[in-house]
């Protein structure tokens, strides 16, 4: 019997867990224009998801979104299953239960005794192997992923996942059933948290990591990836949100599935907070507390007003050096444009990749009054600062009073190569090309992946092209340097890119 196509009218599919993923899917293959059958173990369950999601469909016609007899057509789509034996019909079924490989893999092997041979079987899992759990499979070519993310009705993003013995053709007709869906699939190769979730580390456990050295607190990160970097939610808002045990153990997958690849190095801070409770809006306190389901943010201190001040500014970025010299003038300092510092002048360094300290001994300056000021974002939204170890304290109250005169917030650091926002950027743009390395994904697919299931302002490599890949390399290397940590170590499909001028979302021919 040949395989049912994507766009039958009798289609249908088949989910095991009635809880946000499997409604979230429900309804929009019942829109779709799919006929669902849901089941779960716990009784009355399917029938509640039923319910739930009727009741959503019924908001839609209030909203205008869809019309009654849209609605009504759908509703008549979804059909509570009494029973596993109840699937035995689907066309396709996807699993969304608890994400535990013993447990699904008991649950694919009596799927595969009820289904029909052409019946695809998928998982929703959003980090463990589809080649594993294929692996438990009597038909592994007919395993694959069909990743969803939350809430599924409005999250564009459904990442199609093909085992290493996924059948091509299994790829192609989830392809074309996500499209029907109302979704938007990308294609992904099986690997640890496949696209989305691996390039979200990057985000997460580099904020975490700069915290947990002593460089800004959780509000000052999320201030700047916010306010200087676009971001929509600080990193620790998103794990507030998403839930410390979720984002971590979901972090030691795939840092453990990987072989302790570097990159995606756990975070001691996560696991010690996780252990005591903090796990964000859910329990009301991580880290942010929540007051009736509303964050509580602590009042920035205020800045000192400006009084006045001479700044010599470091020439080595010229682009940054100019921009910075408009930002003291348009404040009433007064610029110090000697070919070398006077000897009461404020230094100003500009450094990629590179600490305050590490630009005082280079360029033989005085680390007391040496203050760097972070150029990523030509000092615009909300500046970043740090001294050395030496600056004097008055040093850099009269730099940042200077910065903030004309309302712009300047956050004051602890001094590390790449301050804030080009440690986190940096990371994240070097997953993204670890991703294309590997092959999990072409560059034009792991851009949306990320922009649909992240909600990033930009993809990853349209944002190294942004930034430049050259200076991306520059900032990662400088880290690599001071740290020695491989986690910074450039991929060499970014190094090629950065070293010919590429763009990083030039596509490639490859063998193979």
Not at 7 to 17: K, M, N, S
Not at 145 to 166: S, Y
Not at 441 to 462: F, H, K, M, S
Request: charged share 20%.
């Amino acid at each position: 019997m040949a395989r049912k196509p994507a766009d039958a009218p009798d289609l249908t599919l088949g989910i095991v867990g009635a809880g946000a993923m499997g409604r979230g899917i429900a309804q929009v293959a019942a829109m779709g224009g799919v006929q669902v059958l849901i089941h779960d173990t716990r009784p009355g369950a399917a029938r509640e998801a039923h319910d739930f999601v009727v009741g959503m469909l019924s908001r839609a016609v209030e909203k205008g979104r869809m019309t009654g007899s849209e609605a009504e057509a759908a509703m008549t789509r979804i059909t509570p299953a009494d029973g596993l034996a109840a699937l035995a019909p689907s066309d396709v079924v996807v699993e969304a239960i608890v994400e535990d490989i013993d447990v699904k893999a008991a649950l694919f092997a009596e799927l595969e005794a009820l289904v029909t041979p052409e019946c695809i079987l998928t998982s929703n899992t959003s980090s463990l192997s589809i080649t594993r759990i294929a692996g438990h499979c009597a038909r592994p070519e007919r395993i694959a992923g069909f990743h969803f993310f939350n809430p599924v009705p409005l999250m564009p993003l459904v990442e199609v996942i093909a085992g290493v013995r996924t059948d091509p053709e299994v790829i192609e007709a989830l392809m074309a059933l996500g499209r029907r869906m109302g979704r938007s699939p990308v294609r992904v190769a099986d690997a640890p948290g496949f696209l989305v979730n691996q390039v979200g580390r990057g985000y997460t456990l580099e904020a975490a990591h700069l915290v947990s050295e002593g460089v800004a607190d959780f509000f000052t990160v999320d201030r700047i990836m916010r306010e200087a970097a676009g971001f929509r939610m600080g990193p620790f808002e998103l794990i507030d949100l998403t839930a410390l045990d979720v984002t971590h153990p979901a972090s030691l997958a795939i840092y453990g599935e990987s072989y302790h690849e570097p990159r995606y190095r756990p975070s001691v801070m996560m696991g010690q907070r996780m252990q005591a409770g903090l796990l964000g809006r859910k329990t009301g306190e991580g880290h942010y507390r929540y007051e009736n389901g509303r964050q509580v943010v602590p009042e920035e201190a205020a800045v000192p007003a400006y009084t006045g001040g001479r700044f010599w500014i470091d020439p080595a970025l010229p682009e940054a050096a100019a921009a910075l010299a408009q930002v003291v003038t348009e404040a009433g300092g007064t610029l110090d444009q000697g070919a070398s510092p006077q000897a009461d002048s404020i230094l100003l360094v500009t450094p990629l990749g590179v600490d305050a300290s590490a630009v005082a001994v280079s360029r033989g300056l005085d680390a007391a009054r040496v203050v760097a000021v972070d150029p990523l974002f030509a000092f615009r939204g909300r500046r970043s600062l740090m001294g050395t170890p030496a600056t004097r304290p008055e040093i850099l109250t009269t730099t940042q009073a200077m910065l903030a005169a004309d309302g712009t917030p300047a956050s004051v650091l602890g001094d590390s190569p790449g301050f804030v926002a080009q440690r986190i950027l940096a990371t994240i743009i070097n997953i993204a090309a670890q991703v294309a390395t590997h092959r999990v994904a072409t560059p034009a697919d792991i851009d949306r992946a990320v922009r649909l299931g992240l909600n990033y302002p930009q993809g990853p490599l349209a944002w190294a092209d942004a930034i430049g890949p050259a200076r991306v390399m520059s900032i990662l290397e400088g880290m690599m340097r001071a740290t020695g940590d491989p986690r910074y170590r450039p991929d060499p499909w970014l190094r090629r890119r950065a070293q010919l001028g590429l763009s990083m979302l030039h596509e490639e021919t490859r063998p193979g």
